[in-house]
């Protein structure tokens, strides 16, 4: 069984660019999770797709943007890069059970530094 | 709103020493809560995950417990060795939405 994988695994950005970061989900999981982890901070939610639909959003602009293909692959988009924007990103793919053993399986991460 | 706080967020301990982990969260509304590991510049580790109902899980040298209605978990690691310092981050499932919500975690270092 594969695991998650993300790809670039860093990546070193210029303001005002845009960024495509890549995310391929665990066999068989139909759900992809991004967030966002600042240094010395914890992991904050982005949003999720649940069979190539938006499926929940967490406090971030409308530049943070995604995708999520049949193979339930994923791409996390961001535009107009700000300095703030330098981060681990991190997706995690899942199976929604609405139960409580539900749990979501992470990637290495992608390290965005934005100069 | 959820809140998540994890106390201390660093710690720094001798090789053979049992220790805790403490984590607490605003809403006791919960589907469950997970501890993570991460090293550094890494992905999440899941290390055990306690649903809503239960009360404590263990995994070898970890055990969790989950008290709800005060909102508070601990992490125990029994004979802690230099293999077990990272970044331990716990996380909660609220029950109204799929994603998790996380602490800030505690850097763990545990001196040979």
């Known amino acids: 069984e594969t695991g998650v994988t993300q790809s670039p695994t860093h990546l070193i950005k210029t303001r005002g660019q845009q960024v495509t970061l890549r995310c391929s989900s665990q066999?068989?999981?139909?759900?992809v999770s991004w967030y966002q982890q600042a240094l010395g901070q914890g992991p904050q939610f982005i949003f999720q797709y649940y069979r190539e639909e938006e499926n929940g959003r967490g406090n971030f602009p409308p530049r943070f943007s995604g995708l999520q293909f049949p193979n339930y692959s994923s791409e996390l988009n961001v535009n107009a890069l700000e300095l703030d924007d330098s981060a681990l990103y991190l997706c995690?793919?899942?199976?929604?059970?609405?139960?409580?053993?539900?749990?979501?399986?992470f990637g290495p991460g992608t390290r965005l530094l934005v100069l | 709103k959820q809140e998540v706080t994890q106390i201390p967020a660093a710690l720094s301990v001798p090789e053979g020493e049992n220790l805790v982990l403490n984590c607490s969260f605003t809403?006791?509304?919960?589907?469950?809560l997970q501890w993570f590991r991460q090293d550094p510049g890494k992905g999440l580790t899941s290390l055990l995950l306690?649903?809503?109902?239960?009360r404590e899980q263990t995994s070898g040298r970890l055990n969790a417990s989950l008290d709800k209605s005060s909102g508070r978990s601990t992490l125990y690691i029994a004979a802690s060795q230099p293999g077990d310092s990272a970044t331990y981050l716990c996380a909660v499932k609220p029950g109204s939405a799929r994603q998790l919500t996380f602490g800030s975690g505690t850097q763990l270092t545990v001196l040979p």
């Open positions: 306690i649903q809503s109902s239960q």
């Open positions: 995690a793919s899942s199976v929604p059970s609405g139960g409580a053993h539900e749990t979501q399986y």
């Open positions: 066999s068989g999981h139909n759900t």
């Open positions: 809403d006791s509304a919960i589907y469950n």
